[in-house]
């Protein structure tokens, strides 16, 4: 069940009307005076010029505004909330007022936590048994006399793992792109040989299958 509140800010008096469910998501009595103030001091201070900056944006350009913070109830129990505000249509020269939700998303955060939490020990576990494919792989390039055909086989071996390793790290990154913290970067693409790399992936398994496939680019290289 989506816990979400709303709320009614008239900017000028720093008043807000609020739903029954929003004084329920923040544990405070209903009909408690609700003003920016109040909520700012229930906001966890890690995140405290985060909602301000977001406010401050929506009354300065009455652009829309979505973010999601920490708030601290009275008990100590801190819950995390995704604040949704926008400025109501209203008369020339009537007051600014702010609406907008308040949703509660403490259990989406939990899980999702734990999600992290999951896939980061499943890829420390899987780095082990791939470092002793990796090992087998150059033992075996280096101990058998292979044919043409096996040395084939043994580089797709080698770069199946390459890939998977590649997999792994990306998997171990999942709390920073959550965080934010993960750049990404926009570089150029030789689309042919990107295509031509994903085709040959899977040459052993199209072998195995009896599928014959063919490309061909026109032009031969583009971006």
Same mark, same amino acid.
């Given at each position: ?11 000028? %008096? ?18 408690? @005076? ?14 405290? @010029? ?6 401050? &944006?929506? %009354? ?14 009275? /008990? ?6 995704? %604040? ?30 734990? @999600? ?10 899987? &780095? ?16 058998? @006399? ?15 793992? *390459? ?15 959550? /965080? ?6 926009? %570089? ?21 299958? *009896? ?13």
């Amino acid at each position: 069940m989506a816990h979400i509140g709303s709320w009614d800010w008239d900017v000028s %008096v720093d008043t807000a009307v609020c739903s029954d469910e929003l004084y329920r998501i923040l544990d405070l009595p209903l009909g408690t @005076k609700m003003s920016r103030k109040l909520y700012a001091q229930m906001t966890h201070p890690g995140d405290r @010029k985060l909602f301000a900056d977001s406010i401050d &944006r929506v %009354v300065k350009t009455h652009e829309p505004t979505a973010f999601e913070h920490r708030i601290m109830l009275t /008990n100590g129990t801190i819950r995390w909330v995704r %604040v949704i505000g926008k400025v109501a249509d209203r008369e020339k020269d009537a007051p600014l007022t702010i609406v907008g939700t308040v949703q509660d998303i403490s259990r989406q955060k939990e899980l999702d936590r734990a @999600k992290t939490e999951f896939v980061s020990l499943a890829s420390h576990q899987l &780095r082990t048994p791939l470092a002793g494919i990796d090992w087998t792989a150059e033992l075996f390039a280096k101990k058998e @006399k292979l044919t043409k055909r096996g040395e084939e086989y043994l580089k797709d071996i080698r770069d199946s793992s *390459h890939r998977l390793g590649t997999i792994i790290q990306l998997l171990l990154s999942i709390s920073r792109i959550e /965080n934010r913290e993960y750049a990404v970067t926009l %570089v150029k693409a030789e689309m042919t040989e990107f295509v031509g790399s994903v085709i040959a992936r899977f040459e052993a398994l199209r072998e195995k299958k *009896h599928i014959s496939l063919s490309f061909e680019a026109d032009p031969k290289s583009f971006e």
